[in-house]
């Protein structure tokens, strides 16, 4: 099974509106990264927060980070047409020094509609 | 442009050939991964390298697979005898690693090889 499971899977909202999207996992890690990709391209680092950390910002990028509940949530302020892509995060379980095999969930995807 | 690249980008063959991938990661990067992504589901890691030495293969990588890094620098990924489950988004990703005492977990990602096996 996944690690990481997105939720929802599919998400559609009017352009301005802010989008949230949800990733749960199921064991104890080192960092939970949140991933980009447009249809068919490769995949584009948003943000990482670390396990000691609980909220990080990006621009328009806010990501939450809940360890007890093993759960993040990603939000995505003012959103525009050129955030529609499929939406992953990855997460790299807690054993030596991290930096290592990314398990990701099978996404979200995110349309905006102008 | 410094980010990860990869070639070919697009691969068609048939089956029983065997074809090879190659990465060239970000230059500093120490660590370098491949993953593999099939339609309508996220990236599942295959292999990873810390320099030229392969630290971790996926029971996903079978026998027809092979990954090298010969100089600790590009990353060649070859898979014999192509079958047609093998057809997939092929990904490299590098990160930075361990550096000046800090840890640098964050992977980018190259642009993705797609293979297509008739």
């Known amino acids: 099974s996944q690690q990481g499971e997105e939720d929802p899977q599919a998400l559609s909202i009017q352009e301005g509106e802010n989008a949230t999207m949800n990733c749960s996992y199921k064991?104890?890690?080192?960092?939970l990264q949140w991933y980009r990709q447009n249809s068919g391209r490769g995949l584009v680092h948003l943000i990482l927060i670390r396990s000691n950390e609980r909220e990080k910002h990006s621009g328009r990028l806010r990501v939450t980070l809940d360890t007890s509940k093993k759960s993040s949530s990603l939000l995505i302020t003012a959103s525009r047409a050129a955030d529609t892509a499929s939406y992953f995060c990855?997460?790299?379980?807690?054993?030596?020094?991290?930096?290592?095999?990314?398990?990701f969930g099978t996404g979200t995807r995110l349309t905006i509609i102008p | 442009d410094t980010g990860v690249s990869q070639n070919p980008r697009h691969k068609i063959t048939k089956r029983g050939q065997n074809v090879t991938f190659r990465c060239d990661p970000i230059?500093?990067?120490?660590?370098l991964y491949w993953y593999r992504q099939t339609l309508g589901q996220g990236p599942e890691f295959l292999t990873y390298?810390?320099?030229?030495?392969?630290?971790?293969k996926s029971r996903l990588l079978s026998d027809r697979f092979s990954a090298e890094r010969p100089k600790g620098s590009f990353s060649t990924l070859e898979i014999q005898r192509t079958e047609q489950g093998d057809s997939a988004m092929y990904l490299c990703?590098?990160?930075?690693?361990?550096?000046?005492?800090?840890?640098?977990?964050?992977?980018?990602f190259g642009p993705g090889t797609r293979l297509t096996v008739l």
């Open positions: 230059s500093e990067h120490n660590r």
């Open positions: 990703a590098s990160s930075l690693g361990l550096a000046g005492g800090f840890i640098y977990n964050e992977q980018f």
């Open positions: 390298f810390q320099n030229e030495a392969q630290l971790e």
């Open positions: 064991t104890s890690i080192n960092n």
């Open positions: 990855a997460t790299d379980a807690r054993r030596g020094f991290g930096n290592e095999k990314l398990t």
